[in-house]
């Protein structure tokens, strides 16, 4: 059993390409009409972005079971749940210790270089983010924190009402 297809940001760059912009279509507007409704957050960005769990929810736990539901390759996966063993379980703060490059191709197997594509991988596709941190001894150090992006948090919720196993 395959899961639903989630589409990548490709895949919605490729829907955006073949859709008319507003350049190429008729001008149905006068010049006395309203101005322009505000610029609502592209697909990409509403489907990587992070999700919000549930007080009673756990993020290793939800993010073990949401990665194996995405249709990330391999080593992206193998990257994300090696950073997930540094993170923080609730929160998915890497604050404490925060592995290289070097550390997580000595501890994955891949290249330094595979490891800095798959980071980007991940980023990009909305599982891990960077955020200052705002209290403590390192306030204002950029950290990585893991996320599950909201069509994938749905997915998952959908999947665990319906009882089928993740």
């Known amino acids: 059993m395959t899961a639903p297809a989630i589409p990548t940001p490709a895949d919605l760059a490729r829907r955006a390409a073949a859709a008319p912009s507003p350049a190429t279509r ?12 505000p610029a609502q957050p592209s697909a990409a960005a509403t489907l990587t972005a992070p999700g919000r769990l549930y007080p009673n929810e756990v993020l290793r736990q939800a993010f073990q079971q949401s990665m194996r539901i995405s249709r990330m390759n391999a080593e ?8 997930l063993g540094f993170a923080n379980f609730r929160t998915g703060l890497l604050n404490k210790y925060q592995p ?13 270089g595979q490891v800095l ?5 991940l ?6 983010t960077q955020r200052a941190l705002t209290t403590g001894p390192r306030k204002g150090q950029e950290v990585y924190q893991l996320c599950i992006p909201q069509a ?6 959908a999947s665990r009402r319906s009882g089928k196993p993740v």
């Open 26 to 37: 008729p001008a149905d507007r006068t010049a006395t009409s309203s101005p322009p409704a």
């Open 117 to 121: 594509v798959q980071l980007e991988v």
């Open 76 to 83: 992206s996966r193998l990257v994300a749940l090696t950073l």
């Open 123 to 128: 980023t990009q596709r909305g599982w891990l």
């Open 152 to 157: 994938v948090l749905s997915q998952l919720r």
């Open 100 to 112: 290289t490059s070097a550390q997580l191709a000595a501890a994955t197997g891949l290249t330094e």
